[in-house]
């Protein structure tokens, strides 16, 4: 906003002397003067200076209120900072608290994906009406005057005058008459070929309309087909952990704590492992590391350095907040894993909290285990967590850990999570070496199981799965596990290799059963160069058991570029496994 400087008068006095005048207004400042005077030039001067001098005091105004509101601004963001970090910090102080009131079972139904299909269907093509057909102008009438002979008296005397007059307006219609009908059949055709265009628009949005409905309709029929699948997955796997199935409670559980509400501040990482026989779940748990916790407690604005001073909790304070936070932890995530169990697959649970923190002497990251507490499900329900203080109710459950969690002691895991079994043992690669001549029937049987590793490690690599080979035996026992990561089909799968030149029969399947119940797998592959006996497809069609033959396992190496044949009469002539007949 400017000062408005008006327009420069002249005024005569009553003597004939001039003199000049000009109004001066700014709104803003609601400043108003008349600068007067006999010179005119001296009048626009005093007008420039006091619009200057008033434009300037209005900078300055407008600058103060800036500075004003700028400071209220920064006021207002100290507070909100303020008002953020106490809640969190209370947050963190009644962690445990915040969970009792909880249903933390995992509800099946909202897991499954019951979005509507987000596209709607296509809108039905919008038609221009036919178009209005062009007028035809009427036929030539023999009744009108421009047909008309216009006889004079001698034309009516002498007849040859009159029928060449006749003539003549006859020859005039028929001529117009031509012409008529030519323009009439032109109008017609024009008419029909608008109209024969425009039903060939009509047609091609139709079917344009009919193509994008169709693929509107594969898109849905898609989409609720993946659907129909995912839900079909979620009752699998509720199936899986209604009946106590060890994978299928480890993910379940882990669900439970992965849903769990925390502050972005703490990591929510873990790993379970369950034993299905005892009913203990071991949770190794990521515990914030001291330096990670927040400690902003207020923001406050300095208005004369125009900065922010933040005032952070004594180190005191901090120590006092982590230890009585990862009690807290502790003590909520066991709560939650018992009161989600609602098969009461578990009936102890032990908590092994780790720490990745820096090491001050040198400098290094490290992990270490710095609580350690196993609770039955009795015990701990019998506890009013509502009421406790968590050092206390953590000592009382014959927890382990230092008495200033702080200070990252290492401690021994009441038990830990296993995953190295003693059986595995280093392999080694076999496929490159076969070739379209080699018969897979008749190859070192220690060669075939790596073979077989080797090949459904390809099979489970793109899913991010993992295959290990076990201490060759003969045995019967297992020969490679596989670990699929899949949390809905996935988890541990045996795999027993035969490389058999006779049928193989019932036993071996009731074998790998057996094994597949003792491991506490999700599933048993058994793979074979020969074939199998009717009894032994019929004792696996309806348990967890795959059967894959001679032909199958041909299909497996090919798919991944492996060349091999089988023959099992040449197997049968070297000796191969006579053992293995018929049983």
């Not at 003597?15 to 009048?43: A, N, Q, T």
């Not at 990251?365 to 701990?380: D, K, M, P």
């Not at 490690?457 to 035996?473: L, M």
């Amino acid at each position: 906003m400017r000062t408005q400087v008006g327009q420069i008068q002249e005024r005569y006095g009553a003597r004939g002397s001039e003199s000049y005048w000009i109004e001066v207004f700014h709104p803003g400042l609601h400043k108003h003067r008349l600068i007067r005077g006999p010179e005119k030039r001296v009048i626009e001067a005093k007008a420039r200076l006091q619009a200057a001098e008033w434009d300037n005091l209005w900078e300055k105004k407008q600058q103060a209120e800036r500075r004003v509101a700028t400071a209220q601004q920064r006021k207002e963001e100290a507070a909100t900072r303020t008002a953020e970090a106490q809640q969190l910090l209370r947050s963190l102080q009644g962690f445990l608290a915040a969970a009792l009131s909880r249903n933390d079972a995992i509800n099946w139904d909202e897991l499954k994906d019951r979005s509507p299909f987000p596209r709607p269907a296509p809108n039905k093509p919008r038609m221009d009406p036919p178009p209005e057909p062009e007028r035809i102008a009427s036929a030539p009438d023999r009744r009108w005057p421009r047909y008309q002979a216009r006889l004079s008296f001698l034309d009516k005397l002498v007849s040859s005058r009159r029928l060449a007059k006749e003539a003549e307006v006859q020859q005039r219609f028929d001529a117009d008459m031509q012409q008529w009908e030519q323009g009439r059949a032109r109008i017609v055709a024009k008419n029909q070929a608008r109209l024969d265009a425009h039903r060939c628009r009509e047609a091609e949005l139709e079917a344009e309309h009919e193509r994008a409905k169709q693929a509107w309709q594969a898109e849905k029929d898609e989409f609720l087909a993946k659907q129909s699948e995912q839900h079909a997955a979620i009752d699998a796997f509720r199936t899986r952990y209604e009946s106590k199935e060890p994978p299928a409670i480890v993910e379940y559980c882990d669900m439970v704590l992965a849903k769990s509400e925390y502050p972005d501040c703490l990591p929510q990482e873990c790993d379970l492992d369950f034993n299905g026989d005892s009913g203990v779940l071991i949770v190794n748990y990521k515990l914030p590391a001291p330096e990670g916790l927040p400690t902003l407690c207020e923001v406050k604005y300095v208005q004369s350095t125009d900065t922010f001073a933040e005032k952070h909790l004594p180190e005191s304070q901090v120590a006092r907040l982590y230890d009585d936070l990862v009690y807290q932890i502790t003590l909520r995530s066991i709560h939650e894993l018992f009161e989600a169990d609602r098969v009461r697959a578990l009936t102890a649970i032990v908590f092994n909290g780790f720490v990745t923190s820096t090491d001050k002497s040198t400098g290094n990251e490290v992990t270490a285990c710095i609580l350690s507490v196993q609770t039955s499900r009795e015990a701990f329900t019998a506890i009013n967590l509502s009421k406790v203080d968590p050092k206390p109710c953590f000592r009382q459950l014959k927890g382990v850990g230092s008495s200033k969690m702080h200070s990252i002691t290492p401690v021994a895991p009441i038990m830990n999570v296993r995953r190295e079994d003693e059986r595995f043992i280093e392999s080694y690669g076999v496929a490159d070496r076969l070739h379209e001549g080699y018969n897979l029937a008749a190859m070192d049987w220690e060669d075939f199981e790596h073979l077989i590793r080797e090949i459904f490690e390809k099979e489970f690599s793109s899913a991010g799965g993992e295959v290990r080979v076990t201490q060759a035996s003969r045995d019967g026992g297992v020969d490679a596990v596989a670990f699929d990561p899949d949390p809905i089909r996935g988890g541990k799968i045996v795999i027993q290799a035969k490389r058999y030149a006779y049928t193989v029969g019932v036993s071996a399947v009731r074998d790998l059963y057996g094994t597949l119940l003792n491991e506490g797998a999700t599933k048993g592959i058994l793979v074979t160069t020969s074939d199998y006996g009717p009894d032994a497809y019929e004792f696996a069609s309806a348990k967890p058991i795959t059967l894959l033959n001679g032909s199958n396992l041909l299909h497996l190496l090919r798919k991944h570029g492996v060349k091999a044949h089988i023959n099992l009469s040449e197997a049968r002539q070297a000796g191969t496994d006579r053992s293995a007949a018929t049983n």
